[in-house]
């Protein structure tokens, strides 16, 4: 599937799973409190890198990018209507991290929505949070996508750093921001922008941008896999552990 392809068809399948959820009010709840808990988990799981001087503007730029309760419609509508001349636009490096973007948005999208409707049937009195966001976790399952999800995040890390190595490519999007945003791309060229700058200031020419995705990879396997565990004491006490950090 050629890139236009794959991002039209990534922000029709989440523009139908959030008509849904705005159709339907428990859901829009329930999907609201599901993102909200993730945002959560992601602030204590990396509550040390937030706070760290090297690797703060980084662990905040995926907080807010890829793990919040942010609205992005306005950045999908764009990637929609350019989709056919992203690769015109935009340098061919762009155009992976891109696609990389839109395919993570739609799993994500549709793994929040999974679990918000398990969210919705475990509406007992006095249930825990964490409890329940495990129970739901369990119900929905699909382990492999969960893993494919963490790969795309990775993924994504990884061609923002290396985009800060091309030569001129900075130079490149400061002189797209006005005719970006003349054109309505204005959150589009944002996103790049921070990414951009999010990895280039990280020292070590690499180094250290391999070392926080690392730090991702690792915690967030090790969480899944006492999530899918077998025995729900395990997971829940590891969920709990990383709300509380």
């Given amino acids: 599937m050629r890139a236009s392809e794959t991002i039209r068809d990534a922000v029709a399948r989440v523009a139908v799973l959030r008509q849904a959820a705005r159709g339907a009010q428990p859901l829009l709840e329930a999907t609201t409190a599901v993102k909200g808990f993730q945002a959560r ?44 001349a992203l690769q015109r636009l935009f340098p061919h490096q762009v155009v992976e991290t891109a696609v990389a973007l839109a395919e993570l948005h739609v799993l994500t999208e549709q793994l929040d929505h999974d679990m918000a409707q398990q969210w ?10 964490a409890k329940r966001y495990l129970l739901a976790w369990k119900a929905v399952g699909r382990e492999s ?51 951009f700058d999010t990895f280039a200031n990280m020292s070590g020419n690499g180094a250290r941008a391999m070392e926080f995705l690392n730090t991702i990879r690792d915690r967030e396997e090790s969480l899944m896999a006492q999530l899918f565990a077998q025995d729900f004491d395990t997971g829940l006490q590891a969920l709990t552990s990383h709300l509380l950090r």
């Fill in 145 to 195: 996508e969960r893993t494919h999800q963490l790969t795309l995040v990775l993924q994504i890390g990884v061609e923002l750093d290396h985009l800060t190595r091309t030569r001129g490519l900075r130079t490149t999007l400061k002189m797209m921001r006005r005719p970006a945003r003349a054109t309505g791309l204005g959150a589009l060229q944002e996103f790049l922008e921070a990414g």
């Fill in 41 to 84: 988990r992601f602030s204590g799981t990396y509550g040390d890198l937030l706070n760290s001087a090297e690797y703060g503007q980084a662990a905040s730029f995926f907080l807010v990018e890829l793990y919040s309760e942010k609205d992005y419609s306005l950045r999908d509508e764009q990637f929609a209507r350019i989709a056919g």
């Fill in 120 to 129: 919705m049937r475990l509406a007992e009195p006095y249930i825990q949070p």
